[in-house]
């Protein structure tokens, strides 16, 4: 086995295992067992691996990202959207403060090809879609995800 693949088999367990609220956790964790790594490394391991932060009751949590969790994130991912607006071009989602990032990732993670890229700010995402034809995809997309009664405009 790889040395990455034998790393991210680690990280998978001690994420199934433990509550972990930051990465200097893990990282400790993981040089206990005889790997050393940087936090970039770490971050392009989570990426592989899926893997999300979701605010819980407890607090911050790492997850998984997983079928099982699929549906849990996308209605925390829902939750956390308040308006999205649009224009020709392009199409603007209003967050919770500090979760605008988050919710950019979430979409940037399910690689649907209506959706070139995101930006993302603080309470503010720009979601940039392939082609202005596919605006109401993506809207249609966003009302399914949130929980919330907001108007498109």
């Given at each position: 086995m790889s040395a990455k693949l034998k790393r991210q088999s680690k990280i998978k367990r001690i994420l199934s295992e433990r509550i972990i609220s930051n990465q200097d956790q893990i990282l400790r964790m993981l040089k206990s067992e005889g790997i050393n790594v940087t936090q970039a490394t770490l971050s392009r391991?989570?990426?592989d691996l899926g893997v999300i932060r979701v605010f819980t009751e407890l607090g911050v949590q790492y997850l998984l990202s997983s079928v099982?969790?699929?549906k849990e994130i996308a209605k925390l991912v829902g939750l956390e959207i308040l308006s999205v607006s649009h224009n020709e071009t392009v199409i603007v989602?209003?967050?919770l403060a500090g979760r605008a990032q988050g919710v950019a990732h979430y979409i940037d993670?399910?690689?649907k090809e209506e959706v070139l890229g995101t930006i993302a700010g603080d309470d503010t995402v720009l979601v940039i879609p392939n082609?202005?034809?596919n605006i109401k995809k993506i809207i249609d997309f966003l009302e399914n995800l949130?929980?919330?009664n907001y108007k498109v405009t």
């Open positions: 391991d989570f990426a099982d969790y699929g989602i209003r967050t993670r399910l690689n082609s202005a034809n949130s929980t919330r």
